[in-house]
RNA sequence: GGGCCCGUAGCGCAGUCUGGUUAGCGUACCGGCCUUUUAAGCCGGCAGUCGAGGGUUCGAAUCCCUCCGGGCCCGCCA
């Protein structure tokens, strides 16, 4: 059985309305490492759903928390002048550095929230910074207040320092500077905090003290009291989360006795995930190591990052390469989705698993005709050779990588043949990239043998004279490297230098036949002469 | 100090939760197909003491214990 329906089932079992919470600091640009967060919440939700309970899935913006560290982008050049005076501000209350976002944490959320629904999510936003300012915290603030002994034995029990007598489980943020990492709360009564501005490790405190009405966004609840507290506001019952907050007497620990002594609530059930890294890098939204859905978007199908997700137990650490290696993932998605359609009479284990992760990988119902796709690896050639759609629709049938193409495959090919494009712009190593010569350089022309100058003068009477299919031209060209008295290897390399300036490219019967055929004839006589 | 993950064919991995016929897949490699294939296709083949040791069991890659090696996280904050 597949972990996300063993979680379902143990919350079918848990009974009752399941609120399934994600959700991530906004410290930068949302990245496919937190999308992790979201697909298995909402993954979960989908099969809770499909046992046929009511199911929700919500992803919390934690964007009241300080900002600690000026994100990639914002930390490079003026922009990085402009910002430190932000440092320690909450997320919510810092500027966009783009006049078309309401603010920093619109800017670097909103790519994310949108690209979501392109990957079949469907989540309930919830903004931390709107409940506390929305005075929706204020009830779970003050038992915590209240509190404030329990919660600190209980956070005492695994710290090495013990937090000082008088802590109180708030953060203010200060009236007079704007930060709320420089505060330290003081004492409370009634609906107010108050507190010294003293400062962080990171950045200054401006000194002031004043009090602050916590029951209007003036506080929050330090991140291992918040947590808890916002299990119970949404009623969550079970919540994905990095192995960091999954650690023995991590916050998830101290979350679960807060949840159950503070706020008579008991803690969802957990799911505890690795990271993702990018070539070995931890993704990093601080730090810029980032790939973003709206990336992803641009170079491969939503289903395969589903996919990347999903064909591995959440606890197995995920090392994703926008390079080379993405072309193996696709792969095996592809192989995957063709033995999905495939019936096989007999099902085992493994196959049963391949099947579901196919169907949780889709974006969303299970497509009921079979779905084929064209090689993505072919489609990274052919994209550099024409973007004209009829011509390649042309070239995938003569190549009888479509077979009578319904409307659905000729969009997917079409598709994936856009992807493939921009994968070999941006990600592509450099020896898969090649570009058609606009004139043949005079010193190319130079160095070609008088045998060269006749086969391809011959290969260009040829090719006018009538149509080859991919193979004929290939086995073509070994012919007239016979017969003009050469090995085949001069001819290729003839072919390649006068179309690419290379001594190597893509197979020349599949790479002429999607060419031009007007464009090759007198690109070969040109070079005869 | 505590916790997690990984170690299976040259390389990348699945299978481990729920133990059970000759341990799979991809890739690389080798060979074949179309008289020939620089990055297409199809077919076939090679290759593994399942990190080591011990235990449980009729039976262990799978469960338990110990150890070795690699990686990560927490012990500030999130």
Not at 116 to 123: N, R
Not at 255 to 276: C, H, M, N, Q, S
Not at 374 to 386: E, H, N
Not at 508 to 528: K, M, P, T, W, Y
Request: include cysteine; charged fraction near 30%; glycine fraction near 8%.
């Amino acid at each position: 059985m597949h972990w996300i329906d063993a979680v379902a089932n143990e919350l079918v079992k848990r009974g009752g309305r399941q609120v399934i919470a994600s959700g991530i600091s906004i410290s930068g640009h949302v990245h496919i490492g937190h999308s992790n967060d979201v697909f298995i919440a909402d993954a979960v939700r989908r099969a809770v759903g499909e046992l046929g309970l009511e199911a929700e899935s919500v992803w919390c913006a934690d964007d009241y928390d300080p900002m600690r560290r000026i994100p990639w982008p914002l930390n490079e050049g003026e922009l990085a002048e402009r910002y430190k005076q932000y440092l320690g501000f909450p997320y919510a209350n810092i500027p966009s550095p783009d006049p078309n976002y309401r603010d920093f944490v619109d800017y670097f959320s909103r790519p994310f929230i949108e690209s979501l629904k392109h990957f079949g999510i469907e989540v309930r936003i919830h903004s931390g910074a709107k409940a506390y300012r929305d005075g929706r915290m204020a009830d779970l603030i003050k038992r915590s207040l209240e509190n404030s002994e329990t919660i600190r034995s209980i956070l005492n029990q695994y710290r090495d320092k013990p937090l000082p007598d008088n802590w109180l489980p708030v953060d203010v943020v200060c009236e007079n500077c704007g930060r709320i990492s420089t505060t330290r709360a003081i004492s409370w009564h009634g609906d107010f905090v108050s507190y010294r501005c003293e400062g962080a490790d990171y950045v200054a405190g401006c000194g002031h003290e004043g009090e602050a009405d916590y029951t209007s966004g003036g506080a929050k609840l330090t991140w291992r009291v918040e947590w808890p507290a916002r299990w119970k506001l949404l009623g969550v019952t079970c919540e994905p989360f990095g192995k960091d907050h999954a650690v023995r007497g991590g916050s998830y620990d101290t979350g679960k006795l807060i949840a159950r002594k503070v706020f008579d609530y008991e803690a969802p059930y957990p799911i505890p995930y690795e990271w993702v890294s990018m070539k070995g890098k931890k993704l990093s939204s601080s730090k810029g190591v980032v790939f973003t859905l709206k990336q992803w978007l641009e170079i491969a199908e939503p289903e395969i990052l589903r996919y990347f997700i999903f064909r591995s137990k959440p606890m197995k650490a995920k090392v994703f390469d926008p390079g080379l290696p993405l072309l193996d993932l696709i792969d095996e998605y592809d192989l995957v989705e063709r033995a999905y359609y495939d019936k096989t009479d007999e099902a085992g284990k493994r196959e049963e698993q391949q099947r579901r992760i196919y169907e949780l990988s889709q974006v969303g119902r299970v497509s009921e005709t079979p779905i084929r796709r064209i090689s993505y690896r072919f489609a990274a050639v052919l994209a550099q050779v024409t973007n004209d759609e009829e011509k390649i629709i042309k070239v995938l049938i003569s190549r009888g990588m479509l077979v009578n193409p319904g409307e659905l495959e000729i969009k997917l090919a079409l598709r994936r043949l856009e992807l493939a494009r921009n994968w070999v712009m941006n990600y592509a190593p450099e020896h898969l990239r090649f570009k058609i010569l606009e004139q043949v350089p005079a010193e190319i022309l130079a160095a070609l043998t008088p045998k060269q100058k006749q086969a391809l003068g011959q290969l260009a009477d040829d090719l006018a004279g009538r149509e080859f299919t991919p193979v004929e031209l290939h086995n073509h060209v070994y012919a007239v490297a016979e017969m003009t008295g050469q090995k085949p290897n001069e001819l290729f390399q003839a072919i390649y230098r006068v179309l690419l300036g290379r001594d190597s490219g893509p197979r020349v019967g599949n790479f002429i036949s999607a060419l031009d055929r007007e464009f090759v004839v007198s690109r070969f006589r040109e070079a005869s002469l």
